[in-house]
């Protein structure tokens, strides 16, 4: 039963939907079965159920995000390669684990993957994200302090810096705007581009995670070198020609 929701899990966050029918055939069990696995998952706090199926739990758990047209707008931007892409970066982390996730939609689908994990602490500086993880059994949140970047849901600052400067986490994850091969990772906002960077110091693993999009763009500020990354987590939309610089420089790159 365990597996079967774990797949049911990764199904639904692989396609943003899932059917009764559909699930019946790809785990060759009855639909009765499929319907008491989703309502588990559901009073699990993991699912939404809705007629003939489940959506993911979204952003509208807290009222707010509701009406933040930006941000909504940019999660829903490229929704399936970040939901792959949110998918293997959660298969990074192990049990016991603490993670960093930077604020960032991409960071987002890495959050609402983070399911059936055991004693994972996540410090984050998205307040999103922190909400996005509230009550999710297994997990502790660890939020940063600092000053609350409007509608981006991310904190930065002193503050910030100073709770970031105490933990050493397993791995981080950043969402970035910027990949070029001679710039490295970039990052329109300095404040962001700092936490970001005080985030990579603390960190033993570095993942980026973003969408073909990214690559080529040169943002304002600088986060770091490409050398200092371990590990870029892409979608298939990036070509042989984007990832060859990276692969060059000793980077592993996997496109999702």
């Known amino acids: 039963m365990q597996a079967r929701s774990e797949q049911i899990m990764h199904e639904l966050l692989r396609s943003g939907r899932v059917s009764v029918d559909e699930l019946s055939i790809k785990?060759?069990?009855?639909?009765?079965?499929?319907?008491?696995d989703l309502r588990r998952l559901e009073d699990?706090?993991?699912?939404?159920r809705e007629r003939g199926g489940a959506v993911p739990l979204g952003p509208l758990l807290y009222e707010a995000?509701?009406?933040?047209?930006?941000f909504q707008e940019q999660i829903e931007r490229r929704a399936e390669e970040k939901r792959r892409i949110g998918l293997a970066a959660a298969e990074l982390v192990r049990d016991g684990?603490?993670?960093?996730l930077a604020a960032g939609t991409t960071t987002t689908y890495i959050a609402r993957a983070l399911h059936r994990r055991e004693n994972v602490t996540v410090l984050t500086n998205s307040v999103n994200i922190a909400m996005e993880l509230s009550g999710r059994h297994g997990v502790t949140v660890q939020l940063s302090g600092g000053?609350?970047?409007?509608g981006w849901f991310s904190?930065?600052?002193?503050?910030?810096?100073?709770?970031?400067?105490?933990v050493f986490p397993d791995i981080c994850f950043l969402s970035i705007n910027g990949i070029d091969a001679r710039r490295g990772f970039t990052d329109y906002h300095a404040e962001e581009a700092a936490v970001n960077r005080a985030l990579l110091r603390q960190s033993r693993r570095k993942?980026?995670?973003?969408?073909?999009?990214?690559?080529?763009?040169?943002?304002?500020?600088a986060v770091c070198a490409i050398e200092e990354i371990n590990i870029v987590i892409t979608d298939t939309g990036a070509t042989d020609e984007m990832i060859g610089p990276l692969l060059k420089k000793g980077i592993e790159v996997r496109r999702v």
């Open 207 to 221: 993942v980026v995670v973003a969408d073909y999009s990214k690559f080529g763009v040169v943002a304002t500020r």
């Open 44 to 48: 699990e706090g993991l699912l939404r």
């Open 147 to 150: 000053v609350l970047r409007g």
């Open 65 to 70: 995000l509701g009406h933040d047209s930006s």
């Open 97 to 100: 684990d603490t993670i960093a």
């Open 27 to 36: 785990l060759r069990v009855s639909g009765v079965s499929v319907r008491r």
């Open 155 to 166: 904190l930065a600052g002193a503050s910030a810096l100073e709770t970031i400067q105490s």
